[in-house]
């Protein structure tokens, strides 16, 4: 339990962390185009959040895809090395795409509700 409650804190903390990159970049893109109203800079953090999560999505149907060729699998059966030795590099691959995938929407997501609140205000 104590294990997961670490990895759900970092997780939280490496999100928490890209919202606020976002955020910022998103004010530093809108002071340089000119918008300076809090309904401008809402509906850009709407757009930035959407465009983060679908970065995310199409992250996510490119490692299937890949992981799905037959290409792909032929290429990985004559690298040097046992067989057990690509499975676990596939593996291990991934496994760090789709955390990438799920960190990227969760990023998103949070910065469309950021954008909601800012919004509403």
């Not at 104590?2 to 928490?16: L, S, W």
């Not at 590099?89 to 800012?118: K, P, Q």
Request: aromatic share 10%; hydrophobic share 55%; net charge positive.
């Amino acid at each position: 339990m104590k294990r997961f409650v670490t990895i759900a804190m970092a997780f939280t903390r490496t999100a928490a962390l890209g919202v606020i990159a976002a955020a910022a970049l998103t004010a530093l893109v809108c002071c340089l185009i000119g918008w300076h109203t809090l309904p401008q800079y809402g509906k850009a953090l709407l757009g930035a959040g959407l465009f983060i999560a679908t970065l995310g999505g199409i992250g996510f149907s490119s490692t299937n895809q890949l992981l799905g060729s037959p290409n792909f699998w032929y290429a990985q059966s004559v690298m040097p090395g046992s067989l057990f030795e690509r499975w676990r590099l596939n593996m291990a691959s991934l496994h760090e795409s789709l955390d990438v995938t799920v960190l990227m929407i969760a990023c998103g997501v949070a910065t469309m509700l950021c954008g909601l609140v800012v919004l509403a205000l």
